[in-house]
């Protein structure tokens, strides 16, 4: 059975919420400009549809029974949400919209790059980006969807793999024209991220480790908490930065940066999307999940070339 078979019609309750609110059926006849005949037989058809008296008849006006009391509070809170509701949804440049968090590498080198592509498919929309070097998850801020750096597995929302961990160290030609008699180059200067909440993504010793080399001699001498500045400082020629695919794909492809090993380190790990445990989803939110989906795909098939 449907809602709207088991509710009498729509004018009928507005007929009831007037004369209740007011105390008369004269007075609501009036506000709604109707007659005081009108309204009193929108109350009789709902009295003998609920087989119960709404009102006290009584000289000067009416007053509502313990039943009718009830159905006024329903009836009012009701009308007051199709109100609201209808006011909203007439509001001039009313629009769709996604709330995103995501970190600042993904955000600068992944997303909005692709992000375009989206929003043309659909002008209305307003997208809001919360960025942070750590991505804020959907049970705990404003946020639609998150896309967070880790192991989905360890992760406490539920997640789905955009593309896993690669990486490669990278460099700015300038700096290894500085270094023309260096024996190798784990012995230039290094950059490092900082892991300040244990995403335990490729670091140094890691990365030594997966290539069989041994560690460098000297510490990294510039440590950031942000990868868009790793990456500018790499580009500037100030060290090798471990380069975080697709991140640094523009960047070689143009030369700004080499790579200094033909092949990309793997992990077990890498961005996921992360979904809010115990709430829906607006419709527009799920054709944006399919997308991302649909552009980690993508972003998958490409690398896969390249290693090729």
Known sequence: MSVSSALPPLHRLVA????????????????????QSAVS??????????GSTLFHRMHRG?????TGSRVYQWTEEGLKTLSTGYREAKKPGRHESITLSTDYALGTYWLLPRLRNFRQRHPDL???????????????????????????????????????????????PGLLAQYPDMGHWKDLPL?????????????????????????ASKEPELIFN???????????????????????????????????????????QGYQIVFPSNRELEPIVLEFIDWLIEEGRQTREERALQSN
């Open 16 to 35: 009831f919420e007037a004369a209740a609110r007011l105390g008369s059926f004269t007075a609501a006849a009036q506000e709604l400009g109707s007659t």
């Open 41 to 50: 037989q929108h109350i009789k058809h709902l009295e003998a549809d609920l």
């Open 62 to 66: 009416v007053v509502l029974t313990r």
């Open 126 to 172: 307003d997208v809001r980006l919360v960025t942070a070097q750590h991505s804020v998850s959907p049970d705990e801020g404003d946020v639609d969807i998150g896309l967070a750096f880790g192991d989905g597995h360890r992760m406490h929302e539920p997640t789905q793999l955009l593309f896993p961990e690669a990486v490669v160290p990278v460099c700015s």
């Open 191 to 215: 950059l490092e991220l900082e892991d300040e909440e244990g995403n335990h993504w490729f670091d140094w010793p890691d990365l030594f480790a997966a290539l069989g080399l041994q560690e």
């Open 226 to 268: 942000n990868y868009t500045l790793l990456l500018q400082a790499a580009l500037s020629g100030q060290g090798v930065a471990i380069g975080w695919s697709p991140f640094v794909e523009p960047l070689l492809e143009t030369g700004a940066l080499v790579a200094l090993t033909d092949t990309a380190m793997r992990s077990n």
